[in-house]
């Protein structure tokens, strides 16, 4: 039997999404599945046979499978990690404890510092330094690490990170003490900071290698269990050999070894995987300046992609950890289909950052929910019909919606029922906006100048609102938007990213000794592709310079084109440009360092072609199925209900011009159309709303 099938889940913190491809058809079916908090491999095997079994095939036949998993967001916030031990620089034990002298609130006295992940009878200390380019000034102690090695094995530790001061220019300390660590402690991981980052900073170094070791058991356990199912015959029935992938934060992909072993590149991939896919489908549509909103159960995600690349940062803080990685430019919002609305002690409405999540989830699953909930507003409003089946499946209460809403806020705040609804939805509304202006207007870009992308479970119905309110003229609603993350692993790309740091100025280095520099990075990365199975042709290096002010403390990463002559000599001028579309200002005169060097390596992968629809006569009526009433919102105070016509997206063709108020159904999402809103469906599958003002 010849194998056609790629597939692709995304494990979200209420439906886990899946996707089948074929390629020999071009056919693609999609399943939402409720998530298993007991055990998320279940809830990802059971999505993918749903999917696989709507094309009529089986798991033998599947050729590629993508992961995106919240296993280690989840085990970050929620504090499941593995009991983990820390061994550093005598003198330096610690520097998790101290960290940075940043407040998150300058003036509350009675702040408390979090825990850090690793608690001080666990830290570890041996003699040993070296100098900031890397000279030895002391020798490792070996019989110091031996002493760690024997206590940290009575303390029964079950993974260890490893932070030297200046390891960067110099590995050889961590590497001997990884060495004598395994031997004294068999079984046990070791991680060492040079293999996790090669960067100064040794805070940042160091918590993202603690992260590491802390989190290498948990996924570890993790992928073995999803490994087993998914080549059982009583699971998805894998052929051995057939890759499966598991998505990074930055938005490239992994084996299942390396993630394995660096599980910190997981965190917070789920969300990558929609940007990459946001940005594909909407270069499709000749849209490359957007701005995502993936609203799922229990958050919301906003990113700016422009010119069709999402932004990468290598600076996030999850759950008060900082990480020190590449990872795709994500803010995230308490404020999902599950978020939850409550009165505060002001009497104030307020929605979020509490969910109900998956179990019991919102009052119309009919799990016992017995909170209000952001969807239950909108099934009390019309936008889901009392018949809607979610996912294809899960049948709605609207009783309770319409129960819960009444007794905890209409009463209370003296509303009428649909009032209190409508206020819980424009008040999910000001908080995803506020997530939107963070990631542009106060980073000097201006929302109306790009397409609102919202997709997720939730994202569709509240597209037009959030993008009337920024002033955003125009929403692109994706095909398929429920399962979108899912899409992103499919045709995404292998990704490998090695960076050095060298601190220097840009007038002291000669392009021979950048042009070196680079050239050693990117033979790391060519082996790892290698190690992938990527064939050289579908190789492809990125470098990338980090540059500042000299006195600055933060750095700019500028892209080089380091194939083209004479290119180092241009870099200072690149940086002034970015530094000026940045931060609105630059200075010309100044002298400018370089702090760092990165090189990306990428190996493309096979993409599924994503159809088009065939030519319509610009008449929608073969896709209507009905009308029904529908509340809403203004932006002022007040609503009202209007009849709005139904239309399955399935039947829409190219060129079909629907006018708002309307519902676009599908299995995987609801799409709301406001009155005055006027659509027009792309041939990519896209929908095109303008969106009335």
Not at 296 to 313: E, K, M, Y
Not at 459 to 477: I, T, Y
Not at 638 to 660: M, N, Q, T
Request: aromatic share 4%; hydrophobic share 40%.
């Amino acid at each position: 039997m010849t194998t056609r099938l790629r597939v692709a889940s995304d494990v979200g913190g209420t439906f886990t999404d899946s996707i089948a491809y074929d390629s020999r058809t071009g056919r693609i079916a999609v399943a939402k599945v409720s998530t298993t908090p007991h055990n998320r491999a279940e809830g990802t095997v059971a999505g993918l046979k749903k999917a696989v079994a709507l094309l009529g095939a089986s798991g033998a036949e599947v050729d590629y499978v993508g992961h995106g998993t919240t296993t280690t967001t989840n085990a970050v916030i929620q504090r499941t990690g593995a009991r983990t031990a820390f061994l550093v620089n005598d003198g330096f034990r610690d520097i998790l404890l101290i960290g940075r002298q940043n407040r998150p609130t300058l003036f509350d006295l009675k702040i408390v510092r979090p825990e850090p992940l690793v608690e001080r009878e666990l830290c570890f200390t041996a003699r040993g330094r070296l100098a900031p380019g890397g000279v030895e000034l002391q020798p490792l102690n070996e019989d110091d690490v031996r002493d760690a090695a024997r206590a940290m094995a009575a303390a029964g530790v079950e993974t260890v990170a490893v932070l030297f001061l200046h390891s960067y220019a110099n590995p050889a300390h961590e590497q001997r003490a990884q060495a004598i660590l395994q031997e004294m402690l068999p079984g046990v991981p070791v991680c060492i900071s040079t293999e996790i980052n090669s960067e100064f900073r040794e805070y940042e170094r160091g918590s993202t290698t603690v992260l590491n070791a802390w989190l290498r058991p948990v996924m570890d356990h993790y992928l073995r269990a999803l490994s087993d199912l998914l080549h059982s015959g009583e699971g998805l029935g894998l052929a051995p050999g057939k890759p499966v992938m598991v998505m990074d934060a930055a938005g490239g992909l992994m084996t299942l070894d390396h993630a394995r072993a660096h599980p910190v590149h997981t965190v917070l991939s789920g969300p990558a995987g929609g940007v990459v896919a946001a940005a594909h489908v909407a270069q499709e549509a000749g849209l490359p300046d957007i701005i995502t909103m993936d609203i799922g159960g229990t958050s919301t995600d906003v990113s700016l992609i422009r010119n069709g690349r999402p932004a990468v940062t290598r600076s996030a803080v999850l759950e008060t950890v900082p990480i020190r990685l590449p990872v795709i430019d994500i803010n995230a919002i308490g404020a999902g289909g599950g978020s939850i609305a409550w009165i505060d002690e002001g009497g104030a409405l307020r929605v979020g950052p509490q969910s109900a999540e998956a179990v019991p989830g919102p009052a119309c699953y009919g799990r016992g929910g017995t909170r209000p909930t952001v969807t239950d507003a909108n099934l009390v409003l019309g936008r889901f019909s009392a018949e809607s089946r979610l996912g294809g499946d899960m049948a709605l209460d609207l009783a309770a919606a319409e129960q819960v809403i009444r007794s905890q806020v209409a009463t209370p705040l003296g509303l009428c029922l649909e009032e209190a609804a409508a206020g819980i939805l424009r008040v999910a509304h000001a908080n995803i906006m506020r997530g939107i202006r963070v990631v542009s207007v106060e980073r000097g870009h201006d929302p109306r100048d790009f397409a609102l992308v919202p997709f997720g479970g939730a994202g569709p119905m509240h597209g037009s609102p959030v993008a009337r309110e920024l002033g955003m003229p125009r929403v692109m609603l994706p095909p398929n938007p429920g399962i979108l993350c899912a899409l992103g692993q499919l045709i995404s790309e292998l990704r490998h990213e090695y960076v050095q740091t060298h601190v220097a100025a840009h007038a002291a280095l000669s392009e021979a000794e950048v042009l070196a520099l680079i050239g050693s990075l990117a033979d790391r990365a060519r082996r790892a592709l290698d190690h992938d199975g990527v064939p050289p042709a579908r190789q492809a290096i990125e470098a990338r310079i980090d540059m500042r002010y000299r006195g600055q403390s933060f750095e700019l990463p500028v892209p080089a084109e380091a194939t083209r002559p004479g290119f180092w000599a241009g870099m200072p001028g690149l940086f002034h440009a970015l530094h000026e579309a940045r931060f609105g200002y630059s200075d010309p005169g100044a002298a400018v360092e370089v702090v760092g060097l990165s090189v990306i390596g990428t190996g493309e992968l096979e993409k599924p072609a994503l159809p088009r629809l065939p030519q319509g006569d610009g008449s929608p009526q073969a896709a209507l199925k009905g009308r029904r009433r529908i509340y809403f919102e203004q932006a002022d105070a007040g609503g009202a209900y209007h009849d709005a016509a139904v239309y399955d997206r399935a039947r829409l063709r190219a060129g079909d011009v629907i006018a708002g108020p309307a519902v676009i159904d599908e299995i995987s999402a609801t799409s709301i159309l406001y009155p005055g809103d006027m659509m027009t469906v792309h041939p990519s599958g896209n929908l095109i709303v303008e969106v009335a003002q």
